[in-house]
């Protein structure tokens, strides 16, 4: 790993670079570097800055800034083919004109942080819903196995259960490699990277060699970005297509992922009642499920044997996370023995089917992240698979400049699987709050009955006073966040906090009448 105090050669970073993207270039560069950015501000004495020309600014107006901070190299991306290989210098330091940058960081920066090639385990987990319940449980399981393990994803990067939050499922390529390098530095074993279309469209993950990649299913996200649903799913399949996997493990029961496993007859299949033609493979196929008011039971076969696991999750979908974490399990060696006796007793993945009962008023909400319809749906249809009686109240928004053809489609799900429904604000970005509401109760087929409540937690508060007994509330969409946004300001929000001020108010209240 480079750092401040072993920096590394160019012979490890621009002279690799000069001998295979300019192969004609004098390699004469003597620069000692010691470490890597993209931001200008974040520039320290012996850094490599790597000027992008990005969507929202060209890092190239920065180089001279960087430089005056210390900067020793600097890449600079051109989008001139002729371009290409051109060098000069700027104070003494050569700036690298490089045709498709992009494309080339990932190389680079694991070129830099790894130059002996000597990166732990990392699993890649992407598809549209299940990737931070899924890393967070598999990451959880290596700690409880004897494994060091660190996650990276929506709810943060860093050593398990020492999560530090992100901007980004995927961080930038220069991110990803430092951070893999901090963990392996304090001696992690594994690392489970939740993998968005994102960050495998603009190559942020390009050169990390996952041992692993788990499939969870595709839905209809991103559409905003992507264009088209064969777009998005194209962009998925390119974990599958493009790195050196050992392992690849596909949910069978996900449209897309059984077209996957027809072109992957050495990849595992997983799932709930799967076809029949799926187990003449490696698999693990769920066959009966027990909704229990604590969690679930459930019976499975697979090529590794068969068995009972009991877990504190709820609903089908958790289900097939957990199957799908037990594929990554005993594909790394693990035994079925070792694995079910994890299995209960992880820990609850923050935001995710996460629950707060309060005694005084028998009433459960339920946090979670659900934010497309098949989301939300599955949400709502696992908690009437475990209600043992009252309402199912689903609360949710949905968010501005992004992706209005769910609008209608949330609200229908939400109509067609509880009992009542509350909308409210998501984050409305630049978009009037009020019009995005008017968008989604165009797909209710009985919007009077629909409550609207913009502020979540008055709404929360209005649930907690008129919500009957025994009913269970979703509150969808925000999960883990503690924010939301409104025009161009962030201002701290958080279900699961108001849920817990609330909780503790009461337990005091309670103590205080004692």
């Known amino acids: ?69 210390g900067a020793v190299a600097v890449l600079s991306e051109t989008l001139a083919e002729n371009e290409h290989g051109y060098l000069n210098y700027q104070n003494d330091v050569p700036i690298i004109h490089i045709f498709q940058l992009q494309q080339k960081i990932s190389a680079i920066a694991m070129r830099f942080y790894f130059p002996q090639a000597n990166l732990h385990k ?21 700690m409880l196995l004897g494994q060091q393990s660190a996650q990276m994803g929506t709810i943060g990067n860093g050593l398990y259960n020492q999560l530090k939050a992100s901007l980004n499922t995927t961080l930038d390529a220069i991110s990803v490699c430092r951070e893999l390098a901090s963990y392996q530095e304090q001696g992690a074993m594994q690392t489970i990277m939740e993998v968005s279309s994102h960050g495998l469209v603009q190559g942020r993950i390009a050169a990390v060699p996952f041992n692993t990649a788990i499939f969870t299913n595709l839905t209809r996200d991103h559409l905003d970005y992507h264009g088209t649903m064969q777009a998005y799913a194209d962009a998925k399949q390119t974990l599958f297509e493009k790195f050196p996997l050992q392992h690849r493990i596909i949910n069978a029961n996900d449209q897309v992922g059984r077209s996957w496993l027809m072109s992957y007859p050495e990849a595992i299949a997983y799932g709930l009642n799967i076809d029949f033609s799926f187990t003449e493979r490696q698999h693990f196929n769920v066959t009966k499920v027990d909704y229990l008011a604590q969690g679930l039971a459930f ?28 594929c990554a399990l005993l594909a790394d060696g693990f035994s079925l023995a070792s694995i079910q006796e994890v299995m209960k007793q992880p820990t ?49 928004g949905c968010g501005g400049d992004r992706d209005k053809g769910k609008r209608p489609q949330m609200a229908h799900v939400a109509e067609q699987a509880a009992d009542l429904v509350v909308i409210v604000d998501d984050n409305p970005r630049s978009e009037d709050a009020q019009l995005i509401v008017e968008d989604i109760k165009v797909g209710l087929t009985k919007p009077e009955k629909a409550l609207v409540i913009h502020d979540r937690q008055q709404a929360i508060q209005y649930l907690l006073a008129n919500a009957n007994q025994n009913d269970i509330v979703l509150l969808a969409g925000k999960g883990h966040e503690d924010y939301q946004i409104f025009g161009d300001k962030k201002v701290h929000y958080s279900d699961r906090e108001c849920l817990q001020a609330l909780l503790n108010e009461q337990v005091i209240q309670d103590n205080t009448h004692d």
């Not at 160019?10 to 570097?33: G, H, M, R």
């Not at 939300?376 to 309402?391: E, F, I, P, S």
């Open 1 to 69: 790993m480079a750092s401040d105090t072993q920096p590394i050669h160019p012979s490890c970073v621009l002279s690799w670079l000069l001998a295979t993207s300019l192969p004609n270039q004098e390699q004469s560069l003597s620069t000692l570097i010691s470490g890597m950015t993209l931001d200008s501000r974040m520039v320290k004495q012996g850094d490599l800055f790597v000027a992008l020309q990005g969507a929202i600014s060209d890092g190239r107006q920065f180089i001279t800034n960087a430089i005056q901070s």
């Open 122 to 142: 990392v699993t890649a987990v992407t598809g549209t819903n299940g990737k931070t319940t899924i890393a967070s449980l598999l990451a959880n399981s290596y």
């Open 299 to 326: 019976e499975f076969v697979s090529s590794w044997g068969s068995g009972i696991i009991n877990t504190p999750f709820y609903g089908d979908f958790n289900v097939l996370n957990i199957a799908a974490v037990s």
């Open 348 to 396: 609850v993945v923050p935001g995710r089917m996460e629950q707060y009962f309060f005694p005084e008023q028998q009433l459960t909400f339920v946090v979670d992240y659900a934010h497309t319809p098949d989301a939300l749906d599955n949400a709502l249809q696992a908690l009437q698979h475990h209600k043992q009686q009252g309402r199912i109240i689903a609360v949710f």
